[in-house]
């Protein structure tokens, strides 16, 4: 989940516009100031597709229609429908949402080479989010000498409805594809290189990351991929019974047919809000229903974006052979206690004997007829010792929720990826616990650890922070080490080596005998065998049940 927060814009604007002509027409962008010094050219609310309204809803992308004369790109465009994230979970956003952003430290004609591009999905659990400035503040990046590139996808069940033919799902992540076939065509025109493409994404961004790198459709569209905190296995990032899903929403709101295009047909008719209040009406236990990626059936005259389960194309080494960076937090499993906060005893308790129900729809890739009890006593035995969850286990739940929903699906794809990949892997682990953590910022947490989601604001100018820190402050250190390593691999493929004075540390490959990887914390610390322990664990877990 991404909290929201309101503050100031991340950036001012200074006054003086430009004009650049894409393929659809003319765009007036201006020129900002950024809020820790320095200037960039900002286009936002840029269409990249036709809006997927009436008769598109549920289908690919379009390509964008041309406008006459000079289009404004001054501001955000609409965010995509979705719930809001107070407690009232009001439906908000807009089907009219297929629209990013660029933002350039210069237009051509330049003197140099064209720039590289980071294309940034963001996060939310495919249920929330947006690419707008207050959080996905491009500074840091464009500071590098990079164009950024944010973007809008469709979300819950108006990205990713699944009813077999008649619906073929993730129209979501075809529209991070369209944005990419648009970034391709159109990029030249803001300074940047459609040759030198960087994919970036945190959280259900990383996992959408991961996607892209399995996926046909993009080959070629992108050069080089990072993904963070998130994976194509992660247990949120996929559904194994989408039509059952879909049947169900379908019931809700009133709907029994069992006529998959006649069910399509309907929903495609229900308002936008009505249908996403259905999806989200939580039932007794507080579940709701789930509309995330799912494997396709091939259609005709449709393109299909993942032909097979994610875990089958990743055992079997189907996916772009670039350079892909892959890493996680040291204490993902934070964000857990958001939700069910067994650091009070009440709430422990109640997880401790509910602890099947939490854990096995978590595990998607236990057979069929596996034996319950054994996998929780497994699960319970390594991460808690045998005992019951309490303050004093905590540490043990906060890992066996890291590797659950992140670090196990991570470890996973990287081994994998190691037996087939010839371009470089990189693998971290983001240990900063300071002033910019931005998930523990919003919920006021006090544990000492990374979080999920802490890691945002070391990337990105987000408006829940101050815009300046003092020079000698270690989060801005730490700031300025995570942009460089993440800029110096989108212009090279290679995140640091010894040559980089600003770093002092070489980052070496990720291989299937030298599993190497950063620790980014106070320091940079290079190391082996992440975790050995817990992966050893997971190893023997899905062997044995």
Not at 59 to 74: F, I, N, S, T, Y
Not at 155 to 184: E, H, I, S, T, Y
Not at 244 to 250: E, G, H, K, M
Not at 271 to 290: E, Q
Request: hydrophobic fraction near 40%.
């Amino acid at each position: 989940m991404v909290f929201v927060i309101a503050g100031p814009s991340s950036a001012m604007p200074s006054g003086e516009t430009a004009t650049v002509r894409v393929a659809q027409g003319q765009l007036r962008g201006r020129r900002v100031e950024s809020r820790s010094g320095g200037a960039f050219w900002s286009f936002q609310g840029v269409p990249y597709a036709r809006p997927p309204v009436g008769p598109l809803r549920f289908k690919d992308a379009q390509p964008p229609e041309a406008w006459q004369g000079v289009r404004d790109a001054l501001k955000d465009g609409n965010i995509c429908t979705q719930p809001s994230e107070t407690p009232s979970q009001e439906i908000i956003g807009s089907e009219d949402c297929l629209y990013l952003n660029v933002y350039t430290p210069r237009l051509p004609p330049l003197k140099t080479d064209a720039l590289p591009v980071v294309v940034s999905l963001h996060g939310g659990a495919f249920k929330y989010g947006d690419a707008g400035v207050n959080r996905y503040g491009p500074d840091y990046l464009v500071a590098e000498d990079v164009v950024v590139v944010t973007l809008n996808y469709r979300l819950g069940p108006l990205g990713f409805l699944f009813m077999n033919d008649a619906c073929p799902g993730n129209v979501g992540l075809k529209d991070q594809v369209a944005a990419l076939r648009w970034v391709k065509e159109n990029i030249k025109a803001f300074g940047g290189n459609a040759e030198n493409v960087t994919l970036i994404g945190m959280s259900a961004g990383g996992a959408s990351v991961h996607f892209q790198m399995l996926s046909p459709m993009t080959k070629g569209l992108f050069h080089r991929a990072v993904a963070m905190s998130g994976s194509a296995l992660s247990p949120w990032a996929q559904q194994t019974k989408p039509a059952d899903t879909t049947r169900r929403l379908a019931r809700l709101l009133g709907c029994a047919s069992d006529d998959p295009h006649a069910l399509v047909d309907f929903l495609r008719g229900v308002d936008h809000k009505k249908l996403l209040r259905a999806a989200y009406t939580t039932d007794a236990k507080g579940n709701s229903l789930k509309f995330v990626p799912s494997a396709e059936v091939v259609v005709k005259g449709v393109e299909t974006f993942l032909p097979a389960p994610a875990y089958e194309l990743i055992s079997a080494g189907r996916h772009h052979d670039i350079p892909f960076m892959m890493g996680f937090t040291g204490k993902e499993g934070f964000l857990q206690l958001i939700f069910t906060d067994v650091r009070k005893p009440d709430i422990a308790q109640e997880v401790d004997r509910n602890l099947e129900d939490l854990l096995l729809p978590e595990l998607p890739r236990l057979p069929k007829g596996f034996n319950r009890a054994a996998a929780i006593k497994a699960l319970r035995d390594f991460y808690l010792k045998g005992k019951p969850i309490s303050r004093d286990t905590l540490q043990g739940f906060v890992d066996m929720m890291s590797d659950i929903n992140f670090c196990e699906g991570i470890t996973y794809s990287l081994n994998c990826m190691a037996k087939h990949h010839t371009a470089p892997l990189y693998h971290y682990v983001f240990t900063v616990d300071d002033v910019l953590n931005y998930m523990k910022f919003l919920t006021h947490m006090n544990e000492k650890g990374a979080c999920h989601g802490d890691d945002l604001a070391y990337v990105f100018d987000t408006a829940a922070f101050p815009a300046k820190l003092p020079p000698d402050s270690s989060a801005l250190v730490a700031r300025k080490r995570m942009v460089r390593l993440l800029s110096n691999f989108a212009k090279t493929g290679v995140p640091s080596s010894k040559q980089d004075t600003h770093l002092g540390v070489e980052w070496k490959s990720y291989k299937t005998d030298e599993k190497n990887y950063l620790e980014i914390g106070s320091s940079l610390k290079s190391g082996t065998n992440l975790h050995a322990e817990r992966v050893a664990f997971w190893e023997q877990f899905y062997k044995h049940h």
